[in-house]
């Protein structure tokens, strides 16, 4: 593994404002009571919690890096893959656009799941009622199993995904799938970096990387808190053959999820944030002259 010195930037956690379960000002306590110097605040699908963890942040001497995780993929492939968008401008039109439509439709899927579940004989009122209190909140799957989980319906958040939530079970919905061109060319509208994220993670990578290799990608998630020191020097290897930056991050959602994605638990070291800091303006401007 390249880090040796400690972890400068976490550039990938989530907030309430989608399914963290920190507020974004919480966030900002936990990573000064970390050390963090960089935050990247990359909820998925919405950029609601950016200000109000600038707000917090502000004279603390965190920085906070606005961000986003955008879920992409194709109509026939059912699993998604998720793209980061770092340093991106929280009021680029081409973004808040493309999360409106996205949001409009996860409402929708949300509100279908809890159809599906009452059909099962599970009572949803209060559920349902949190849904429609905040519509403009980005709802996933995550936010049903928790509350399954409260529910004593399921014992933990994966049994509830496979009993319920997953594709074949009894409330299981499709998403409707961002395709990646489109995610990425709405990342640099909005002044960002495209960053492939926790490609680790994904079974079929080999498959997914042939599909979108062409596309003008900025970035890959390297660093990763679940990734393996095999998969970071593959991954290491990619990013130096073809001239992509490294970024790196924990996932973070909160403390109930795994210990390997804790806050800070992965990220750049302060030269690596650098590298990647010194080539936004770069980006931005060849871009332009294109």
């Not at 998969?231 to 109930?256: M, P, R, T, V």
């Not at 210990?259 to 931005?284: H, I, M, T």
Request: hydrophobic share 40%; with cysteine.
């Amino acid at each position: 593994m390249s880090q040796k010195n400690a972890i400068y930037a976490d550039l990938h956690v989530h907030s309430t404002a989608s399914d963290g379960m920190l507020s974004p000002t919480e966030l900002v306590h936990k990573a000064l009571s970390k050390g963090i110097t960089a935050l990247g605040l990359t909820d998925h699908d919405t950029l609601s919690g950016i200000r109000e963890a600038t707000l917090a942040a502000d004279k603390s001497g965190l920085r906070i890096i606005p961000g986003i995780e955008l879920s992409c993929g194709w109509p026939d492939r059912e699993v998604s893959f998720h793209v980061l968008g770092l340093f991106v401008d929280p009021s680029a039109p081409s973004l808040l656009n493309l999360l409106d439509n996205q949001r409009k439709f996860r409402f929708t899927r949300a509100l279908r799941i809890l159809d599906l579940l009452e059909s099962q004989k599970i009572d949803v009122a209060l559920l349902r009622e949190q849904f429609h209190e905040n519509p403009k909140k980005v709802l996933g799957r995550p936010h049903v199993a928790r509350y399954l989980v409260d529910k004593g319906v399921a014992k933990d958040n994966q049994d509830a995904f496979e009993r319920f939530l997953k594709r074949g079970a009894p409330a299981y919905v499709p998403k409707n799938q961002v395709l990646p061109k489109v995610g990425v060319e709405a990342i640099h509208t909005a002044g960002g970096l495209s960053v492939i994220a926790h490609p680790g993670l994904l079974s079929d990578w080999s498959d997914v990387w042939r599909r979108i290799d062409t596309l003008p990608w900025d970035g890959i998630e390297i660093y990763y808190s679940e990734h393996s020191e095999s998969q970071i020097e593959h991954f290491e290897k990619i990013a130096s053959q073809i001239g992509l930056l490294a970024s790196g991050g924990s996932d973070y959602h909160g403390e109930n999820g795994k210990p390997e994605n804790y806050l800070g638990s992965s990220g750049l070291n302060a030269a690596q944030f650098c590298l990647l800091e010194n080539s936004v303006a770069k980006l931005r401007k060849n871009r332009k002259t294109e």
